[in-house]
């Protein structure tokens, strides 16, 4: 399976994004997608993550209320859309996905088997 990261970009902060997360290859209706963020000198970190067959989701504190995951299951694609962003949002995305996780194991980047290539997301104050 390949995951394909698109939607990064310069953005001013207060501004939008809205980044997806393309599957292609063999997938399961067991997945857990999630999205991680890395910044420089930093370690990758949670963002939010959503169960494929039940769409139940979770998001790390930081990014409550302002950043939404999403799915559509006709397009095998996962959205984060992100709102109110701020400078500390500022980091390559990833996202990432695995048939085997547990839900209190879905904010762990080790647990994930399958990984995209990232997507920068940059954003000015």
């Known amino acids: 399976v390949q995951l394909v990261e698109s939607g990064g970009g310069p953005v001013q902060a207060g501004g939008s994004l809205r980044l997806s997360c393309t599957f292609t290859?063999?997938?399961?209706?067991?997945?857990?997608v999630g999205w991680f963020r890395q910044a420089p000198g930093k370690e990758r970190e949670f963002v939010a993550a959503?169960?494929?067959?039940?769409?139940?989701?979770s998001y790390t504190d930081s990014v409550k209320g302002r950043f939404a995951i999403s799915k559509d299951t006709a397009k095998n694609t996962v959205y984060l859309q992100m709102n109110s962003l701020k400078p500390e949002d500022t980091a390559v995305y990833f996202c990432?996905?695995?048939?085997?996780?547990?839900?209190?194991?879905?904010?762990?980047?080790?647990?994930?088997?399958?990984w995209g290539q990232g997507t920068q997301v940059t954003v000015s104050s």
């Open positions: 290859g063999r997938t399961s209706w067991r997945w857990i």
């Open positions: 990432a996905a695995d048939g085997t996780l547990i839900r209190s194991s879905w904010s762990m980047a080790t647990e994930y088997d399958h």
């Open positions: 959503i169960d494929w067959s039940v769409r139940t989701t």
